[in-house]
C-alpha cells in the first residue's frame, strides 16, 4: 500500500509540475517586439558568413554593415546595432536562427541571403512581423507566399532568364543552346528559365544536363563536353556558381569547344577568371544586381571609395544590394520609425535612390522595375556591356 | 610489457561512474524505476522551460528549435540506428536514405494529395520498413564491410533520385508541407510558424513509445538473437538462429524508426530538400551511437545529443567546429572504445577484448601482452 | 542509346583516365582492408594531401607556362617523389594516431571506423581553415591531342595520367609479389598470428602498408592536380568513396581488383552518363555495384589479398 500511494504520489507531483512548467512557458513566451524610444534599435543580417558561399555572405554584410556605420557616424538620436545570424547559407540553420533574431528583438533583416533559407524562414519573419529585405534571393515563388514583410531589391529569375534569352538570341544570334546547371536550389532554376525562354524563342537545346557540384569541388564534366561538341552548339549557358563554372569553361575550351560562355550572378566573381584562365575570355555573365568598380561615378562612384576605405577591398557581387537594403531601413529609423510594424509599413511604400538603383517595391515585395546587367570578360577583367534589352558584346 | 602496450588498460578517469549509475539503477525496486522514468520524461519535456538554460545551453541560436532540431529529431535517429548498428551489429553507412524516404512520403503525400500527417505516419513507417526489406534482403548476405559499401551506396542514390527528379522538387525539395493538425485549444498543442515547443514534445513523445518498444524487444527472442549474432554469427547460425531473418528483422526495425523520424520531420520543418539526407547526417548517427555506446539506449541518446548540440553551442567557433568534433572522435574511440555509457553486455565484451562485431585485424600487440602478461 | 555509339570513343578515353585515378586510390584501401580489415576512411584526405603538395611543388618551380622536354619529366619527377612521401607520410602519422591504438587494444572495427571518419574530418576541415577556397594552379603539360579515335582526343595529359597510373601499379605489384617486405605483407593479410611467430614486425609491415598505401594516393593527388589544374579542401570526398566502390568491386583487398574496378568504374561512370545523363552518374556506379556484389559477393577477383600470385 505504502509504495503504491508512492508511486501514486509521485507521478501526481511530476505532472503538476510538468503542467505548471508548459504554462509559464506559454504566457512568458511572448518578446518585446518594440526597442522603445531613443537609444538603439537591432537590424538583423542573416546569411553565409563562414560557408561554401561565404564570399556573397559577406559581401552583403559587408555593404549593409558600411550603410549603418556611416549613419551611426552622424551621431542620429536612435543609433542603429548590426547584428549578425550566420547561416552559412543551410535553410536549417536559418531556421533555427530565425526564433533567436525575432526575440533578440530584431527590427528589420538584411537577407536572407539565399533563396532556400529565405523560402524556410519567411513564415516565421511573416509571423513575427519582421520586414526583411534580401539583396540577393532571386527565386520567382518567394513572392507568391504573399508574405507582406517581403522585399528584395533586385530583380528574380524571371527576369534573369528571358534576359539572358534574350541576350543569346539577339546580340549572338544563336540556334542551338546547351544549357547545363550544377543541380543546386539556384543554379537549377536559373537554367530552368533561361532554357524555357529560350524554347519560347525558338532556340533548340540539344543538350539539358545537369553536373551535380557541391561546395567548391570541381567535377569531371568529360560526358557533357562530349555531348556539347557533338551537337556544334552557338553558345552554353551554365546556370551555377562561379568554383566550378570557371574550370568548367576551361574543360570546354580543352576539349575543343570554341562556343561562346553564358552563366549568371552565380559566376559573377573575380574567381571564375582564376578558375577558367584563358577560357574565361569572351565569356558573359548576367546578373540582375550592379557591380561597382573602379570605373564607377557619381554616388557609386562615392560608394566604392567608401567600401574601399572601410574594407581595403573593392566591393563585390550584392555588395551594393546590401548597402541598399540597409538603407531602406536607416531612411525607416531616419523617420522616427523603430518598431516592426511601423517600419514595415514604410518599408511597403519606400521610394529612395540607392547606389545599385531606384528602390521602389511592388505589393508582393519584389523590386519596381527589373533590369538585367551584362558583364563580359575583356583582357582578364569583368566588364559592363548594357543591360539585357540592348547588349553590346 | 607496458612498453609494448603503453595504453591498455588506461581509460578516461570520470567515464565510469556512468557504470556505476547503470549498476545502482538496475539493483532500484521496479516502482523506483518507473518514478525515475516518468520524471525523465517529465524533466524532458520541461527542457524548453528552465529558466535561464537557453541562455547557456544556447546562446546563439533559439534553444526551442534546436531542441526539436537537431536534438530530438538526432535522438529518434540514433534509436532506429542503434537496432541495426548496436544490436545487431550491423555496419550501416546509409542510414539517412530511411529517413529520407518517410519525409518524402510526407512531402509527396501531404503536399500534392492533402493527406494528413496521422494518415501519413504509418505509411511513411510502412515505406521506409519496406525499402529496408527490399535492401537487406539481397545485401544482408554479405559479410559487414561490403554491407557498409552497399548502404552508403543506398544512402547517396536516393538523395541522388530525389536531386534528380523533378516530381520530388528536385534540388529546391517540397515545400509548404503540412504541419500536424493543432490538438485542442491550449497553446502548447498548436502547430505554427513560431512555436517550436509542440514539435519538440511530438518528437519526445516518439521518443518514448519507441524506447518502450526497444526495451521489450532487448528481452524478446527477437533481441536475444541480434546479441547472439553480433558477437558470433557463426555460432549463432550453428545454434539454430536463423541470422538472415533475424538481421532483416533489425534492419527493417530500424528502417521504420528511421521512417518515423522523416514524417515528422518533414511535417514539422514543412520542407524538405535532398541536401537534408547527405551522407554526412548518416555518418554524424553512426559515429552517435557509437560514441554513446552502442547497444546502451542511456548512452545513445546521450551520444545523439553530444553530437547535435555541442555544434550548436560552439556556435561562436563555427569555423573550428567541425575540426573540434574530429578530434573529439578520433579522441574518444583512442580512449573509450565501447562509448561513454555501453551497455553492461558490450561492456563485457570489450573487457574480453573484443567488443562484437569483427575485430581489426593485425591485433597481435595485444596477444603479445597478454602472453606476456601471463608469463611474468 | 543513341549517345552510346557515337560517343563510344570519347567515353573510352575519359572513363579510362578517370577510372586510373580511381584505382590508385583504390590502392590505398585495398592494402589497408588487406592487412587490417579496416576501412581506412580518411584515406581520401591522404589522396587530398597529394593534390595541394602537387600545387605547392608547382608554385615552388615557379611554372608559369607549360613544361617540355627534359624540366617536364624533371618536374614530374620531383612532384611525384614530393607527393608521394607526403601523402605516404601523412598516412603513417594517422596510423600512429588514430588506429594503432585502437588496434593495441584489440577495438572493433566500427570504432576503428568511427575514428576514421573522425580524422577525416579533422584533416578536411584543418585544410579548409588555411585554404576556404578552391586553389587553381597554373598548366603543367601542354593539354596537346595526340591522335583522335573517332569522336574520342587522345590528348597528352590523359594519356600521361593512365600511364602513369598503370606504372605504378605495376610497380607495386611488383613490390608486394617479388620481395620480402611484399612477402612479409602478404603473410601479415592471411594470418597476422602466424606472421608474427614467423618472425614478421606487424607494426613495421602496417606502417609500411600504409606509406605505400598513402605514397599511391599521393601520386594519384598529382596526376589529378596536372590533369584538373585545381584542387579543394572537399576534393577528396567524392573521389574517395569512388575510389573505395573501385576497390570493392573489384574485390577489396585485391590488388589487380583495385586496378580492374578502378577502370571499370570509370567506365560506367562514362558510358551510363552518356546514355541517361551525367546527373545519374553516382546512380549507375553504385547500381553496378549492387548487382556484382548480388552474383560475386566477394568482388570480381574476390578478395584475398594475401593470395595474389605473381
Known amino acids: 500500500m505504502s509504495r503504491r500511494s508512492l508511486l501514486v504520489r509521485s507521478v501526481v507531483a511530476i505532472s503538476a509540475a510538468s503542467l505548471a512548467l508548459a504554462a509559464c512557458s506559454s504566457s512568458g513566451s511572448s518578446p518585446s517586439s518594440s526597442a522603445g524610444g531613443g537609444g538603439t534599435v537591432k537590424i538583423g543580417f542573416m546569411g553565409d558568413l563562414t560557408g561554401a558561399n561565404k564570399a556573397l555572405g559577406i559581401n552583403i554584410r559587408n555593404g549593409a554593415k558600411l550603410a549603418i556605420d556611416q549613419y551611426n557616424a552622424t551621431n542620429p538620436a536612435t543609433k542603429i546595432t548590426l547584428k549578425e545570424y550566420d547561416s552559412q547559407g543551410d535553410p536549417k540553420q536559418a531556421s533555427s536562427l530565425a526564433p533567436k533574431a525575432v526575440d533578440d528583438g530584431i527590427v528589420g533583416l538584411v537577407g536572407p541571403a539565399f533563396s532556400g533559407e529565405t ?36 530583380a528574380d529569375d524571371g527576369f534573369q532568364g528571358p534576359g539572358v534569352a534574350n541576350t543569346l538570341i539577339k546580340a549572338l544570334a544563336a540556334k542551338k543552346v546547351a544549357v547545363i546547371d550544377d543541380k543546386s536550389e539556384y543554379g537549377k532554376g536559373l537554367a530552368d528559365a533561361v532554357a524555357a525562354a529560350l524554347t519560347a524563342g525558338g532556340v533548340a537545346i540539344p543538350v539539358r544536363e545537369a553536373v551535380a557540384a557541391e561546395g567548391t569541388n570541381v567535377p569531371n564534366y568529360s560526358s557533357t563536353i562530349t555531348k556539347i561538341k557533338g551537337a556544334g552548339v552557338d553558345a552554353i549557358f551554365y546556370g551555377g556558381y562561379y568554383a566550378q563554372a570557371g574550370p568548367f569553361a576551361k574543360q570546354l575550351k580543352d576539349g575543343g569547344v570554341t562556343a561562346r560562355f ?97 528602390i521602389q517595391f511592388e505589393t508582393n515585395g519584389n523590386i519596381k522595375g527589373g533590369t538585367i546587367l551584362l558583364y563580359e570578360v575583356k583582357s582578364g577583367k569583368i566588364v559592363a556591356i548594357g543591360t539585357s534589352d540592348s547588349p553590346t558584346p | 610489457m607496458k612498453l609494448l602496450n603503453p595504453l591498455r588498460g588506461k581509460t578516461l578517469p570520470w567515464t565510469g561512474a556512468f557504470e556505476a549509475i547503470g549498476v545502482r539503477w538496475r539493483a532500484l525496486p521496479r516502482v523506483a524505476r518507473w518514478i525515475g522514468y516518468l520524471a525523465m520524461f517529465a524533466f524532458a519535456i520541461s527542457l524548453p522551460d528552465i529558466p535561464n538554460l537557453a541562455d547557456i545551453m544556447a546562446p546563439g541560436s533559439s534553444w526551442q528549435r534546436i531542441l526539436f532540431f537537431p536534438i530530438s529529431i538526432y535522438v529518434l535517429l540514433a534509436l532506429g540506428l542503434n537496432v541495426v548498428v548496436g544490436y545487431a551489429g550491423l555496419l550501416d553507412l546509409g542510414f539517412v536514405a530511411f529517413y529520407a524516404i518517410g519525409a518524402y512520403s510526407m512531402a509527396i503525400l501531404g503536399t500534392y494529395h492533402g493527406w494528413g500527417f496521422w494518415e501519413v505516419l504509418p505509411v511513411g513507417i510502412g515505406g521506409a520498413m519496406l525499402a529496408g526489406l527490399l535492401l537487406g534482403t539481397p545485401t544482408l548476405r554479405l559479410r559487414g564491410d561490403y554491407l557498409a559499401i552497399v548502404t552508403l551506396g543506398f544512402g547517396e542514390m536516393i538523395r541522388v533520385t530525389a536531386n534528380n527528379v523533378d516530381y520530388l522538387g528536385g534540388p529546391r525539395g517540397i515545400n509548404n508541407i503540412p504541419r500536424p493538425p493543432s490538438i485542442g485549444n491550449v497553446s502548447f498543442m498548436q502547430y505554427g510558424v ?31 538473437s541480434w546479441t547472439a549474432i553480433r558477437e558470433d554469427e557463426d555460432a549463432a547460425q550453428l545454434m539454430g538462429v536463423p541470422t538472415l531473418k533475424f538481421k532483416l528483422w533489425a534492419f527493417t526495425v530500424g528502417a521504420g524508426v528511421g521512417g518515423a523520424a522523416g514524417v515528422i520531420f518533414a511535417s514539422s520543418n514543412s520542407a524538405v530538400r535532398p541536401t537534408d539526407f547527405t551522407f554526412i547526417l548518416s555518418a554524424t548517427i553512426l559515429a552517435a551511437v557509437v560514441l554513446g555506446g552502442a547497444g546502451n539506449l542511456p548512452g545513445v541518446i546521450l551520444g545523439a545529443f553530444l553530437v547535435a548540440w555541442v555544434p550548436e553551442a560552439a556556435r561562436g567557433f563555427s569555423q573550428y567546429r567541425v575540426v573540434v568534433f574530429g578530434a573529439v572522435l578520433v579522441f574518444l574511440m583512442i580512449f573509450r572504445p565501447q562509448g561513454i555509457w555501453p551497455s553492461r553486455i558490450r561492456a563485457a565484451e570489450f573487457k574480453e577484448g573484443e567488443g562484437g562485431i569483427d575485430r581489426l585485424g593485425g591485433e597481435v600487440g595485444v596477444v603479445q601482452a597478454q602472453a606476456g602478461a601471463a608469463d611474468s | ?226 590533369f584538373f589544374e585545381v584542387t579543394t579542401f572537399s576534393v577528396g570526398f567524392v573521389l574517395g568513396i569512388k575510389a573505395f566502390t573501385a576497390a570493392v568491386l573489384g574485390g577489396i583487398g585485391n590488388l589487380r581488383g583495385a586496378l580492374l574496378g578502378g577502370l571499370l568504374l570509370g567506365l560506367i561512370e562514362e558510358y551510363g552518363a552518356s546514355v541517361v545523363g551525367a546527373e545519374w552518374k553516382d546512380v549507375i556506379s553504385f547500381s553496378v555495384l549492387v548487382l556484382v556484389l548480388m552474383f560475386r559477393p566477394t568482388g570480381l577477383l574476390g578478395e584475398s589479398l594475401g593470395k595474389v600470385r605473381a
Open chain 1, 119 to 154: 523560402a524556410d524562414t519567411g513564415a516565421i519573419w511573416q509571423e513575427a512581423g519582421v520586414p526583411f529585405i534580401s539583396a540577393s534571393a532571386t527565386r520567382v515563388s518567394l513572392a507568391t507566399n504573399s508574405w507582406s514583410t517581403f522585399h528584395r531589391v533586385l
Open chain 3, 1 to 226: 542509346m543513341h549517345n552510346l555509339l557515337p560517343e563510344f570513343w570519347a567515353s573510352t578515353i575519359d572513363g579510362l583516365t578517370q577510372g586510373a585515378i580511381y584505382a590508385l586510390v583504390a590502392l590505398g584501401y585495398t592494402l589497408v582492408y588487406g592487412v587490417l580489415r579496416l576501412i581506412n576512411f580518411a584515406h581520401s584526405e591522404i589522396f587530398m594531401i597529394g593534390t595541394f603538395t602537387t600545387v605547392g611543388v608547382v608554385t615552388a618551380f615557379g611554372v608559369t607556362a607549360p613544361l617540355t622536354g627534359l624540366a617536364l619529366w624533371g618536374f614530374l619527377l620531383v612532384a611525384a617523389v614530393v607527393a608521394a612521401l607526403a601523402s605516404g607520410g601523412s598516412a603513417v602519422i594517422l596510423e600512429r594516431i588514430a588506429y594503432r591504438p585502437l588496434r593495441r587494444r584489440g577495438a572493433t572495427t566500427l570504432a576503428a571506423l568511427i575514428s576514421a571518419i573522425g580524422a577525416s574530418l579533422f584533416i578536411q576541415q584543418a585544410f579548409s581553415l588555411r585554404f576556404p577556397d578552391a586553389v587553381d594552379t597554373t598548366r603543367v603539360l601542354q593539354k596537346s591531342i595526340l591522335a583522335t579515335v573517332g569522336t574520342g582526343l587522345i590528348r597528352a595529359d590523359k594519356v600521361l595520367v593512365f600511364l602513369g597510373a598503370i606504372f605504378m601499379m605495376v610497380l607495386l605489384d611488383r613490390l608486394v609479389n617479388g620481395t620480402r617486405f611484399g612477402r612479409a605483407i602478404r603473410a601479415t593479410a592471411q594470418s597476422a598470428d602466424t606472421a608474427t611467430l614467423m618472425g614478421v614486425n606487424i607494426d613495421r609491415i602496417v606502417m609500411l602498408t600504409f606509406l605505400i598505401g598513402g605514397a599511391m594516393a599521393g601520386i594519384g593527388g598529382m596526376l589529378y592536380v596536372i
Open chain 1, 262 to 358: 553564358v552563366s549568371g550572378d552565380g559566376s559573377l566573381d573575380p574567381a571564375f577568371i582564376t578558375g577558367a584562365g584563358a577560357a574565361a575570355e569572351t565569356a558573359i555573365l548576367s546578373c540582375a544586381c550592379a557591380l561597382i568598380n573602379s570605373a564607377a561615378t557619381g554616388t557609386a562612384k562615392t560608394f566604392y571609395d567608401a567600401y574601399k576605405a572601410a574594407f581595403s577591398a573593392e566591393p563585390g557581387t550584392y555588395s551594393p544590394e546590401g548597402y541598399d537594403a540597409a538603407t531602406v531601413f536607416i531612411n525607416a529609423i531616419k523617420e522616427g520609425k523603430t518598431i516592426r510594424k511601423d517600419i514595415a509599413a514604410y518599408v511597403g511604400g519606400v521610394n529612395v535612390a540607392g547606389v545599385s538603383k531606384q
Open chain 2, 194 to 224: 513560431l512555436n517550436s515547443r509542440p514539435y519538440y514534445y511530438l518528437v519526445v513523445v516518439a521518443i518514448a513509445i519507441v524506447i518502450v518498444i526497444m526495451k521489450r524487444l532487448e528481452k524478446s527472442r527477437v533481441g536475444r
